[in-house]
Protein backbone atom coordinates (compact mmCIF):
# COMPACT_ATOMS: atom_id res chain seq x y z
CA UNK A 1 0.00 0.00 0.00
CA UNK A 2 1.57 3.66 -0.96
CA UNK A 3 1.63 6.23 1.89
CA UNK A 4 -0.33 9.13 1.65
CA UNK A 5 0.18 12.49 2.61
CA UNK A 6 -1.64 13.36 6.11
CA UNK A 7 -3.21 16.31 3.86
CA UNK A 8 -4.09 14.43 0.73
CA UNK A 9 -8.30 14.33 1.31
CA UNK A 10 -9.85 17.07 2.50
CA UNK A 11 -10.62 17.38 6.21
CA UNK A 12 -12.85 18.90 8.92
CA UNK A 13 -12.16 19.26 12.00
CA UNK A 14 -14.19 19.95 15.02
CA UNK A 15 -12.91 20.61 18.47
CA UNK A 16 -15.32 19.83 21.35
CA UNK A 17 -15.77 20.00 25.55
CA UNK A 18 -16.39 17.06 27.25
CA UNK A 19 -15.75 16.54 30.99
CA UNK A 20 -13.68 19.95 31.32
CA UNK A 21 -10.97 18.91 27.92
CA UNK A 22 -10.50 19.88 25.21
CA UNK A 23 -10.34 17.58 22.24
CA UNK A 24 -10.50 17.57 18.19
CA UNK A 25 -12.06 14.88 15.86
CA UNK A 26 -11.34 15.12 11.64
CA UNK A 27 -13.38 13.89 9.71
CA UNK A 28 -12.58 12.89 6.35
CA UNK A 29 -13.93 13.72 2.68
CA UNK A 30 -13.69 12.64 -0.82
CA UNK A 31 -10.53 14.22 -3.00
CA UNK A 32 -12.41 16.72 -5.33
CA UNK A 33 -15.22 17.71 -2.56
CA UNK A 34 -15.88 21.94 -2.56
CA UNK A 35 -15.84 23.38 0.92
CA UNK A 36 -19.80 23.80 0.78
CA UNK A 37 -20.43 19.83 0.49
CA UNK A 38 -17.70 18.87 2.60
CA UNK A 39 -18.54 21.19 5.14
CA UNK A 40 -22.34 19.81 5.23
CA UNK A 41 -21.53 16.65 5.34
CA UNK A 42 -18.97 16.68 8.20
CA UNK A 43 -21.02 18.91 10.53
CA UNK A 44 -24.02 16.07 9.99
CA UNK A 45 -22.48 13.15 10.14
CA UNK A 46 -20.36 14.14 13.49
CA UNK A 47 -23.39 15.29 14.99
CA UNK A 48 -25.50 12.14 13.87
CA UNK A 49 -21.98 10.26 15.42
CA UNK A 50 -22.04 11.90 18.92
CA UNK A 51 -25.92 12.01 18.94
CA UNK A 52 -25.90 8.18 18.94
CA UNK A 53 -23.72 8.11 22.23
CA UNK A 54 -25.28 11.14 24.09
CA UNK A 55 -26.32 8.80 26.89
CA UNK A 56 -22.34 8.28 27.95
CA UNK A 57 -21.81 11.62 27.15
CA UNK A 58 -21.47 14.73 29.81
CA UNK A 59 -23.80 17.18 30.19
CA UNK A 60 -21.49 19.59 29.66
CA UNK A 61 -20.16 18.57 25.97
CA UNK A 62 -20.52 21.49 23.60
CA UNK A 63 -18.79 21.85 20.20
CA UNK A 64 -16.60 24.76 20.70
CA UNK A 65 -14.88 25.55 17.10
CA UNK A 66 -14.03 24.01 13.48
CA UNK A 67 -12.32 24.60 10.81
CA UNK A 68 -12.23 22.88 6.72
CA UNK A 69 -8.74 22.37 5.50
CA UNK A 70 -8.65 21.67 1.52
CA UNK A 71 -6.94 18.86 -0.11
CA UNK A 72 -3.21 19.35 -0.73
CA UNK A 73 -3.03 22.23 2.23
CA UNK A 74 -2.46 22.93 5.66
CA UNK A 75 -4.01 25.93 5.71
CA UNK A 76 -7.28 26.22 7.59
CA UNK A 77 -10.56 27.78 6.70
CA UNK A 78 -13.00 28.78 10.15
CA UNK A 79 -16.63 26.57 9.44
CA UNK A 80 -19.31 26.13 11.19
CA UNK A 81 -18.99 23.71 14.24
CA UNK A 82 -22.09 20.77 14.20
CA UNK A 83 -25.12 21.38 15.70
CA UNK A 84 -25.46 20.66 19.13
CA UNK A 85 -25.81 17.34 21.28
CA UNK A 86 -26.58 17.18 24.04
CA UNK A 87 -25.08 14.62 27.14
CA UNK A 88 -27.72 13.02 29.44
CA UNK A 89 -24.92 11.96 32.02
CA UNK A 90 -24.53 14.58 35.30
CA UNK A 91 -20.90 15.94 35.21
CA UNK A 92 -20.64 15.39 38.63
CA UNK A 93 -21.24 11.68 38.04
CA UNK A 94 -17.94 11.54 36.22
CA UNK A 95 -14.52 10.42 37.35
CA UNK A 96 -11.19 11.34 36.44
CA UNK A 97 -10.68 8.04 34.73
CA UNK A 98 -13.93 8.34 32.68
CA UNK A 99 -12.97 12.62 31.91
CA UNK A 100 -9.88 10.26 30.47
CA UNK A 101 -11.72 7.69 28.38
CA UNK A 102 -12.48 7.30 25.00
CA UNK A 103 -14.29 5.36 22.88
CA UNK A 104 -12.35 4.18 19.09
CA UNK A 105 -13.93 3.37 16.45
CA UNK A 106 -11.17 1.95 13.47
CA UNK A 107 -11.41 0.55 10.16
CA UNK A 108 -9.89 0.65 6.74
CA UNK A 109 -10.37 2.00 3.22
CA UNK A 110 -11.04 0.23 0.86
CA UNK A 111 -7.02 0.33 -0.31
CA UNK A 112 -5.47 -0.40 2.91
CA UNK A 113 -5.61 3.55 4.58
CA UNK A 114 -6.84 3.59 7.96
CA UNK A 115 -9.44 5.69 9.88
CA UNK A 116 -10.09 6.11 13.03
CA UNK A 117 -12.57 7.80 15.31
CA UNK A 118 -12.26 8.91 18.98
CA UNK A 119 -14.75 10.49 20.96
CA UNK A 120 -13.70 11.32 24.38
CA UNK A 121 -15.45 11.96 28.00
CA UNK A 122 -17.40 8.73 27.91
CA UNK A 123 -18.74 6.68 30.71
CA UNK A 124 -19.18 3.13 30.51
CA UNK A 125 -17.93 1.92 34.02
CA UNK A 126 -15.62 -1.14 33.51
CA UNK A 127 -14.65 -1.91 36.83
CA UNK A 128 -18.05 -2.11 37.62
CA UNK A 129 -19.42 -5.41 39.20
CA UNK A 130 -20.91 -7.40 38.26
CA UNK A 131 -18.62 -7.60 35.00
CA UNK A 132 -20.91 -6.19 32.33
CA UNK A 133 -20.40 -5.40 28.57
CA UNK A 134 -17.34 -2.88 29.02
CA UNK A 135 -15.39 -5.10 31.70
CA UNK A 136 -13.61 -6.04 28.75
CA UNK A 137 -13.05 -3.02 27.43
CA UNK A 138 -14.35 -4.15 24.44
CA UNK A 139 -17.67 -3.54 22.14
CA UNK A 140 -19.08 -6.47 20.09
CA UNK A 141 -21.47 -5.75 17.56
CA UNK A 142 -24.97 -6.27 19.46
CA UNK A 143 -23.67 -5.47 23.09
CA UNK A 144 -24.48 -2.08 23.24
CA UNK A 145 -27.24 0.05 20.85
CA UNK A 146 -25.81 3.45 21.60
CA UNK A 147 -22.40 1.95 20.36
CA UNK A 148 -24.21 -0.07 17.14
CA UNK A 149 -26.12 3.10 16.38
CA UNK A 150 -22.75 5.25 16.15
CA UNK A 151 -20.78 2.87 14.27
CA UNK A 152 -23.96 2.23 11.99
CA UNK A 153 -24.17 6.35 11.32
CA UNK A 154 -20.12 5.81 10.12
CA UNK A 155 -21.27 2.96 7.96
CA UNK A 156 -23.99 4.72 6.37
CA UNK A 157 -21.68 7.86 5.74
CA UNK A 158 -21.18 7.88 2.08
CA UNK A 159 -19.43 11.15 1.76
CA UNK A 160 -16.59 9.52 4.87
CA UNK A 161 -13.05 8.85 3.25
CA UNK A 162 -10.05 7.17 4.45
CA UNK A 163 -6.42 9.01 3.93
CA UNK A 164 -6.35 6.70 1.05
CA UNK A 165 -9.40 8.26 -0.80
CA UNK A 166 -11.57 5.22 -0.57
CA UNK A 167 -14.50 4.22 1.89
CA UNK A 168 -13.41 2.83 4.73
CA UNK A 169 -15.02 -0.61 5.87
CA UNK A 170 -15.34 0.07 9.86
CA UNK A 171 -14.56 -2.67 12.36
CA UNK A 172 -16.92 -4.72 13.83
CA UNK A 173 -15.30 -3.91 17.24
CA UNK A 174 -14.86 -0.58 19.09
CA UNK A 175 -12.60 -0.44 22.42
CA UNK A 176 -12.74 1.74 25.57
CA UNK A 177 -9.59 2.78 26.54
CA UNK A 178 -8.04 5.14 29.57
CA UNK A 179 -6.01 7.57 27.46
CA UNK A 180 -1.87 7.76 27.81
CA UNK A 181 -1.22 11.32 26.79
CA UNK A 182 -4.48 12.42 28.97
CA UNK A 183 -3.56 9.70 32.14
CA UNK A 184 0.26 11.64 32.13
CA UNK A 185 -1.47 15.35 32.71
CA UNK A 186 -3.97 13.43 35.32
CA UNK A 187 -1.03 12.74 36.88
CA UNK A 188 0.93 15.82 37.47
CA UNK A 189 -2.58 17.66 38.52
CA UNK A 190 -3.53 19.32 35.27
Sequence with gaps: MPDFAPNATPRYIAGYN???R???VTMRVFRGTS????VAAARSMLHDFFNAVASSLPNDFTWTDAVWIPQDSDISV??????AVTG???LANFSKQDSITHLTFSGKGTAGGKVSFKIFGVQFDPDALPAGTASDFIFHAGEVATIDAARSVLDGESNLAAIDN???IMRSSVTLKVNDHWLKKVRVGS
Design 88 to 90: AQL
Design 35 to 38: MVDG
Design 78 to 83: PADPPP
Design 18 to 20: SVG
Design 166 to 168: THP
Design 22 to 24: QHH
